[in-house]
């Protein structure tokens, strides 16, 4: 769920859905550390002196939003101020003043919104991932752990798959196509050999678990090579699908000699640096401003055909918790967030269109417009809405506000 708002609203929400999150008194004395960190990410990074990126954004934020403000700019940068303000708060709730995160320490800052009890032990506990009860909790919050592909798949899990390897780094895997062809199986059995697994080329739950550990969504798998790849309740061939996958077919929208596009990937867009923050002409609400399909009169945009076009209403989220809860730094599939990004209704805009956004007035997205890619959802953003991945600070998200937009749908 991706929610803009300002810190002391944000905090109001998440008083008014405690009692919910942690299930009472009486649920609260059996929710133990381990399984917290199962569930919430933040809690299994490791954040020190020197530590670079979103996590680190999300670590300053929350620290600013309980009071510590000596931790400076939340510029993602682990610097002194930071370290001293993790030292203020590990020192008030009763820890050695390390500078360095636990998961324990992380349990007693997300407590601080509401989100989990306080952490009641004297020592970190140990992530331990091995068991069948702890894969089938991994399974159960990530789908993509529970996706069988191999050659010849087809869909939006494949084109995961393939953006998954091309982050880590195995760039043989060829174009996010969607299509599980030869090279695609090439590069996952490379990843395989490299991670202990018999190079099978089909994923596993386990394949699947150290895939989304590179991206620090999971603790590494640390038991035995399962060869066997089925999952329960997923008979069949697992991902069939010939759902949109950023390759839309044209419409009558189009004309036939629309150009071709070379082969390549969206994402990441290439998005300036951005400025100080700026406070942006905003609507007075999200239920404002011109919305619905029309007809375009633009045929073509960066040689993609024009498949659809809507006046949408916009707002923006941020890699933080205070933007993106509960997802931080991660899109609502376990994807790292990334410049371009724009949540949308998958009713109105099938997720893995290309899409071109223009209309809006912010000092950190590209004048004028951006190419980009529908990749992520959000339970406000439905209909003539979507939500705008920033990757700044809260107040730079913040200062967008809610925007009138125009959204072009392409084709390949």
């Not at 798998?221 to 066997?228: H, L, N, R, V």
């Not at 950023?246 to 290439?270: D, H, M, N, Q, R």
């Not at 945009?301 to 916009?314: E, F, N, Q, T």
């Not at 003539?384 to 959204?407: E, H, K, L, Y």
């Amino acid at each position: 769920m991706h929610i803009s708002m300002k810190s002391a609203a944000w905090m109001g929400a998440l008083a008014l859905v405690a009692p919910a999150l942690v299930g009472g008194a009486s649920q609260a004395a059996t929710v133990t550390t381990a399984s917290l960190t199962a569930q919430h990410p933040a809690m299994r990074q490791v954040l020190q002196y020197g530590s670079q990126g979103h996590w680190v954004m999300t670590l300053q934020a929350d620290l600013a939003l309980l009071g510590y403000t000596q931790v400076g700019p939340m510029d993602g940068m682990f610097g002194p101020k930071t370290e001293g303000a993790l030292k203020a708060f590990q020192q008030r709730h009763g820890f050695t003043a390390t500078g360095v995160t636990s998961p324990a320490v992380w349990q007693d800052i997300l407590s601080g919104f509401g989100l989990m009890p306080p952490y009641q032990g004297t020592a970190p506990v140990a992530i331990t991932t091995h068991s069948a009860d702890a894969m089938a909790s991994l399974m159960a919050q990530h789908p993509a752990m529970r996706q069988v592909l191999q050659y010849g798949s087809q869909g939006h899990w494949v084109m995961t798959l393939q953006a998954d390897l091309a982050l880590l780094g195995y760039s043989q895997v060829g174009p996010m196509d969607g299509i599980f062809g030869a090279k695609t199986v090439v590069a996952l059995k490379a990843f395989q050999q490299r991670h202990g697994f018999t190079a099978t080329g089909v994923t596993s739950p386990a394949v699947w678990q150290d895939i989304l550990s590179g991206f620090g969504l999971v603790p590494p798998y640390q038991g035995s090579d399962p060869i066997a790849t089925t999952t329960a309740g997923n008979s069949g061939p697992a991902t069939t699908q010939t759902t949109t996958t950023g390759s839309i077919t044209p419409t009558t929208t189009t004309t036939s000699t629309a150009p071709s596009v070379p082969a390549g990937p969206v994402l990441p867009a290439k998005f300036p640096t951005g400025g100080p923050a700026v406070e942006e002409p905003s609507l007075p609400s999200a239920s404002a401003g011109v919305r619905g399909q029309f007809t375009p009169s633009t045929k073509t945009i960066d040689g993609r055909p024009v498949l659809k076009a809507y006046h949408m209403v916009a707002t923006a989220y941020g890699p933080s918790l205070a933007d993106n809860y509960p997802y931080g730094p991660v899109d609502a599939f376990g994807q790292p967030l990334e410049d371009g990004m724009v949540a949308v209704d998958p009713s109105v805009i099938p997720l893995h269109s290309v899409v071109y956004v223009t209309g809006y007035q912010d000092n950190y997205l590209p004048s004028g417009g951006f190419l980009g890619q529908a990749m992520d959802t959000g339970g406000a953003i439905k209909g003539d809405r979507v939500d705008i991945f920033i990757n700044a600070s809260p107040t730079v998200v913040g200062d967008f506000g809610v925007q009138q937009v125009t959204i072009y749908v392409l084709g390949q």
